[in-house]
């Protein structure tokens, strides 16, 4: 069994910067590729961001690409969302999910077996 927690979410104005992080336990966490998603109220999940187990592969949405930026400390069982230029349309919960396989996971949330409760970010203009 695998634990997540999400942390660092909270409310911004347009053009701030915020950086997630998601503490992972019960498993050695390299072996976990990971991703976190999003919902904003009465739209569906969606990817942001994958990575794989080592860190070495990634993968973003094209509406964060060349903003978010996703990465991992293996050592501290942590991964991180760093979101630049935030806009608006970025206000949604903020899940961090975990595969059980150190292989790039991708964008289909199916993949994903374990989830965290979710983190709050809010982006006025």
């Known amino acids: 069994q695998v634990q997540l927690v999400e942390s660092g979410g909270g409310l911004v104005q347009a053009g701030d910067s915020l950086r997630l992080s998601c503490a992972a336990s019960g498993r050695t966490f390299s072996s976990l590729a990971m991703a976190w998603f999003r919902q904003a109220p009465g739209k569906e999940r969606e990817f942001v961001a994958a990575?794989?187990?080592?860190?070495?592969?990634?993968g973003y949405a094209d509406s964060v690409k060349g903003r978010f930026t996703i990465s991992r400390a293996n050592a501290k069982n942590t991964l991180y969302l760093q979101m630049n230029s935030l806009k608006p349309e970025d206000t949604a919960i903020y899940y961090c999910a975990a595969r059980t396989s150190p292989y790039y996971g991708g964008t289909n949330p199916n993949d994903y077996t374990y989830w965290g409760q979710g983190t709050q970010v809010t982006v006025s203009s």
């Open positions: 990575i794989s187990g080592s860190g070495y592969i990634t």
